[in-house]
């Protein structure tokens, strides 16, 4: 049986295609897979990187959290109602004319961080003594603490209610996150108190 030209070809442009596809994944090596119990600062750089991704995603819903007037908002209002007349209607009528006033303006309280420079990231997360359960651990409580003082903040709240709030809120990070800030402070500089 003799091949024809035409079928030669197209053998040969398989075979360059196929040599294409595995010079592409040896180029592209599969991410490295994260476990709870590693501890950030003995990770290679790829798997630091991947951390870094990790933590920006988490980092960033804490963010889109912080961005909510509506806390801040319900703040004011108690501030008009307790410093005014004491009533409720009064907290109402403040926290619906800063909130119609934030709308579409309420930014985060940080900037999540870049993890594209490969030395920034080294720098900033490679002396990290935590494990990524421990930061799993914190950035959740994070988030629970910010979504209890939501729940809480109401303008029918008493005046001795209030100030336990602020007391809260002033009172810094959740216990869960005294690991990681102590270990890797940079990590929440430009996050607010929220416990």
Known sequence: MVIRPPLVSVLALMVALIGACDAAEEAEPE??????????????????????????AALSEVNVASSDPEPMCVGQG???????DGEVSTCEAAR???????SGTSEGFFVPMSCTNEANVTGSLGNCEFTIAEFDACSAAVLSSMEALKAALRCDISNDEAMALEGTADSGMPPECALVEEACPTLFIDLPDTH
């Open 31 to 56: 991410a490295p897979t994260l476990s709870p119990e590693d501890v950030v600062s003995e990770l290679e750089t790829d798997a630091l990187l991947v951390f870094c991704e990790h933590a920006s």
């Open 96 to 102: 619906d004319a800063c909130l119609e006033e934030m």
């Open 78 to 84: 108690l501030a008009a109602r307790f410093g005014g």
